[in-house]
């Protein structure tokens, strides 16, 4: 079956402008998470869904970031207003439930000039 | 808060040394403890994992054992070879939900 994807693979925007990054999770996964992983640097945990629970939104850097999951499938991250220190490989992840290994999508290169 | 804490590197070896990679958390309760890996170019996958004390996992020669008397995930593997050569991620989840907490990854670098 397929895994999880994400869209765009790469983007590159003007600082200033809004971006938004879109993730596909793994049909029947109940659990989605964000990551950002900066040039060398670990896995920065950013917001995480778990089914209609509302979302832990403890990790999103500031208030330019948002994100949605809409219908319990596909979400969506939102990053306004992007600055240079944006940039990153913005990484999306699925689980199928409670204690259960996350499944990476190749994930989305952001570049920001 | 539940955190994980693994050694810096980047570890660079020979091929067919020994490796050891540390990892140590914080949780409360009884978390399940996994290594992800990250091949150049390429997305995280699981390595190995282990949800309760003493398990071992293991995966392609590599191994960790659960230790909670330490808290402990070490990631080891007797003999390395080139295409080892990745970034490894040790990670958790609580026992009661899935938020799982990476730890800042390790470059592995093993040459012929």
């Known amino acids: 079956g397929a895994g999880v994807s994400q869209s765009p693979s790469n983007k590159v925007t003007e600082k200033g402008k809004d971006v938004e990054l879109r993730c596909d999770p793994i049909s029947g996964h109940t659990a989605l998470y964000w990551y950002r992983q900066s040039l060398g640097q670990g896995l920065e945990f950013l917001i995480y869904f778990q089914g209609n629970s509302a979302p832990d939104k403890s990790g999103l850097p500031s208030d330019r970031f948002s994100a949605e999951r809409t219908g319990g499938s596909v979400s969506t991250l939102t990053i306004q207003r992007t600055q240079q220190e944006d940039s990153a490989v913005y990484l999306c992840?699925?689980?199928?439930?409670?204690?259960?290994?996350?499944?990476f999508g190749p994930g989305t290169r952001l570049t920001v000039l | 808060g539940n955190s994980v804490t693994q050694m810096e590197g980047p570890v660079t070896l020979s091929e067919e040394a020994f490796l050891t990679i540390n990892c140590t958390y914080t949780?409360?309760?009884?978390?399940?403890l996994f290594w992800y890996v990250q091949y150049p170019g390429e997305g995280l996958q699981l390595l190995l994992k282990a949800t309760k004390a003493d398990d071992k996992g293991s995966n392609k020669g590599f191994e960790a054992t659960y230790r909670k008397e330490t808290t402990s995930f070490h990631l080891e593997k007797g003999s390395v070879q080139v295409s080892d050569s990745a970034v490894y991620f040790c990670?958790?989840?609580?026992?009661?939900?899935?938020?799982?907490?990476f730890g800042a990854g390790t470059r592995l670098t093993v040459k012929p």
């Open positions: 992840a699925s689980s199928p439930g409670l204690v259960n290994e996350q499944f």
């Open positions: 949780a409360t309760g009884y978390p399940s």
């Open positions: 990670a958790l989840t609580p026992y009661n939900n899935n938020d799982m907490r």
